[in-house]
T-cell receptor, first 114, second 115 residues
């Protein structure tokens, strides 16, 4: 299993540009989520999904859109990038119903918005 | 609502010395607790987790943590630091209920190991 994969690894955008961060998992996990990591802030939840067709907002959802058309994929869209969205983005997945709630993380996407 | 507090954003220890990274949590329901490690420019790797049962949990790379309900703490320790332990460490909490989906992280503690 490849686990959780994310593309691209690095991206530089100009203010106002749009882009999609890709996330895929091959573990058939129902639950997927996106976090952003900023220095001194830890990881904060942006959006999450509990299954195909079901998404909800996390702690810091503004400026981001998500959709979940398949179990495997959970893309994160930036409609109009802002410098405040410069961050490292992590996708994670887990299987609901397991006793331990362990989440599996992708390698991250480092985004810079100029 | 739940929150995690990690005391000390930076901790420095000498090689061979005890590592102690502190984590306190607040949660309205009994939580599950996790420690993750992040090496420079890499993703997050699970070190250890507490769900139920024995309150002293052993993880990878010689780390362990003890869940103390009365102190709402889950401190991470390692008897003897190695240079390879230099990384950032995150404590995280999740409510134990089946319908819980969110993992709440602390702000992280960067560990430096001095030769």
């Amino acid at each position: 299993n490849a686990g959780v994969t994310q593309t691209p690894k690095f991206q530089v955008l100009k203010t106002g540009q749009s882009m999609t961060l890709q996330c895929a998992q091959d573990m058939n996990h129902e639950y997927m989520s996106w976090y952003r990591q900023d220095p001194g802030m830890g990881l904060r939840l942006i959006h999450y999904s509990v299954g195909a067709g079901i998404t909800d907002q996390g702690e810091v959802p503004n400026g981001y859109n998500v959709s979940r058309s398949t179990t495997e994929d959970f893309p994160l869209r930036l409609l109009s990038a802002a410098p405040s969205q410069t961050s490292v983005y992590f996708c994670a997945s887990r299987q609901p119903g397991l006793a331990d709630h362990e989440q599996f993380f992708g390698p991250g996407t480092r985004l810079t918005v100029l | 609502a739940q929150s995690v507090t990690q005391l000390g954003s930076h901790v420095s220890v000498s090689e061979g010395a005890l590592v102690l990274l502190r984590c306190n949590y607040s949660s309205s329901v009994p939580p599950y607790l996790f420690w993750y490690v992040q090496y420079p420019n890499q993703g997050l790797q699970l070190l250890l987790k507490y769900t139920t049962g024995a309150t002293l949990v052993k993880g990878i790379n010689g780390f362990e943590a003890e869940f103390k309900k009365s102190e709402t703490s889950f401190h991470l320790t390692k008897p003897s630091a190695h240079m390879s332990d230099a990384a950032e460490y995150f404590c995280a909490v999740s409510p134990s209920g089946a319908g819980s989906y969110q993992l709440t992280f602390g702000k992280g503690t960067k560990l430096s190991v001095i030769p």
